[in-house]
């Protein structure tokens, strides 16, 4: 009995263990707005401009090794579009992806009509 209550204390330590390292290693990839040269507003006002429309939030992350803005934006067809803004250069940058799905849609196309 002793070695199945000491198999349970030890389980249960590597559980709490494993928990903590879980947190520390989430709260390392969070990075803190001071610490950067473009502020929120800034970032929500440069992605807004550079695609048109209107910045709904921002969200400050680690992609990469690089540390971006994540913003929002609704365009004037109130699509939700992705902006990267870069927090130190504030270089703009879109998400392309929905742009890569429609040309290889468009890529179907062509080859449909040939047919």
Known sequence: MKSSANYKKTAIALMVLSTFSAVAAANQSQVDPDSVSISEAEAMNLASMNVGGSAVSA???????????????????DEELEVYVDADSGE????????????????????????
Do not use: S
């Open 92 to 115: 703009v940058y879109e998400d392309d992806d929905e742009d890569d799905e429609d040309d290889e849609d468009d890529e179907d196309d062509e080859d449909d009509e040939d047919d």
């Open 59 to 77: 969200e400050l992350e680690r992609e990469h090794g690089e540390v971006l803005w994540e913003v929002l934006v609704l365009n004037d067809l």
